[in-house]
């Protein structure tokens, strides 16, 4: 019956359907629900999930991430990073304590000489990265991909690299200004 509702209206999802069902008194379980309308409506072959685009394109994908470094007089750092997914390779870095749109533009430009550039970009939606950054890659023929709203898995391996560089270096350390963090993160890369 489950099948049968699914395949009928498309728009319904397995909510809705089970929703109908217990109006006629059948009472069904949400996840027996979920598997017979996935069985039903299975994806097109065409469509790809996160996991198997980032495997099938890794080579062809870098991603960018900002880490926010306080200083020893609590001055807020950031230390930018552009990673290659399928090595896992740090491509660039830099770090200042004004992040802008116009800074990070240009460290993609540097990222990115002589026409050697990703096919794609992966970044989160901060302020930092604005028109300008968006019109390098497009220059630059990369397509910008921004994660989409409350997913830290889209990031996934900047954020894992983050987290490794905090915890592997900055954590034990006491950073005094740009130039220190700079000739830090320059040795543990």
Not at 23 to 50: D, E, F, S
Request: proline fraction near 4%; glycine fraction near 6%; charged fraction near 25%.
């Amino acid at each position: 019956m489950i099948q049968e509702m699914a395949r009928e209206d498309s728009l319904w999802g397995a909510k809705r359907i089970r929703g109908e069902l217990m109006k006629l008194g059948i009472r069904v379980a949400k996840t027996t629900t979920q598997k017979y309308v996935r069985l039903t409506r299975p994806h097109p072959a065409h469509c790809q999930n996160w996991p198997t685009f980032l495997k099938n394109h890794a080579q062809l994908v870098w991603a960018c991430d900002f880490l926010p470094v306080f200083d020893l007089f609590f001055r807020q750092i950031y230390a930018f990073f552009i990673i290659e997914l399928g090595s896992r390779r740090v491509v660039h870095f830099g770090v200042t304590s004004h992040a802008t749109d116009a800074w990070g533009a240009q460290h993609l430009r540097e990222a990115t000489p002589y026409g050697l550039t990703p096919r794609f970009l992966i970044r989160d939606r901060d302020s930092k990265y604005g028109d300008e950054f968006t019109r390098v890659a497009k220059a630059s023929s990369i397509e910008d991909l921004k994660t989409p709203y409350r997913a830290p898995k889209a990031n996934a391996v900047c954020g894992r690299f983050l987290g490794s560089v905090r915890r592997e270096c900055l954590d034990h350390l006491l950073v005094v200004g740009d130039r220190h963090l700079h000739r830090v993160i320059k040795e543990y890369v």
